[in-house]
C-alpha cells in the first residue's frame, strides 16, 4: 500500500532553517510527481511546492519563493523540503502527497512551530 512518512519537523527560531523529509512506499515513486501541503491553525491546507518527476520545481505561494525548496531522491524514493529563514507566519502542519492509483495520498503530517 501507498505509505508517506515525514520527519524533520520541529520548533525552531524565526530566521532559522529546517528540512522536512517524506519517505515513500508502495509506488512507482521515480514516475510521479511530488507535493508538499501545509495547514496553520484556522486555515485551510495549502501547495507549498510540487517538483515533478523529471525534477522541475514550482512553488506556489509567493511568501515561500526564495526560502524554500524542494528536491527528490529517487535512488531513496525520498522527497526534501528544504525552508529556510524561516517566520512565524510558516508555522503549521506539513504534509507530503502524492496523486497515484487515481487518488491522492496524504502522510501523517510533521509540525513546525516557528518562534518569534
Known amino acids: 500500500q501507498v505509505q508517506l512518512v515525514e520527519s524533520g519537523g520541529g520548533l525552531v527560531q524565526s530566521g532559522g532553517s529546517l528540512r522536512l523529509s517524506c519517505a515513500a512506499s508502495?509506488?512507482?515513486?521515480?514516475?510521479?510527481?511530488m507535493h508538499w501541503y501545509r495547514q496553520a491553525p484556522g486555515k485551510e491546507r495549502e501547495l507549498v511546492a510540487t517538483i515533478t518527476s523529471t525534477g522541475t520545481r514550482i512553488n506556489y505561494p509567493d511568501s515561500v519563493k526564495g526560502r524554500f525548496t524542494i528536491s527528490r531522491d529517487n535512488a531513496k524514493n525520498t522527497v526534501y523540503l528544504q525552508m529556510n529563514n524561516l517566520l512565524p507566519e510558516d508555522t503549521a502542519v506539513y504534509y507530503c502527497?502524492?496523486?497515484?492509483?487515481?487518488?491522492?495520498?496524504w502522510g501523517q503530517g510533521t509540525q513546525v512551530p516557528v518562534s518569534s
Open positions: 502527497n502524492v496523486m497515484t492509483f487515481g487518488r491522492r495520498y
Open positions: 508502495g509506488f512507482t515513486f521515480s514516475s510521479n510527481n
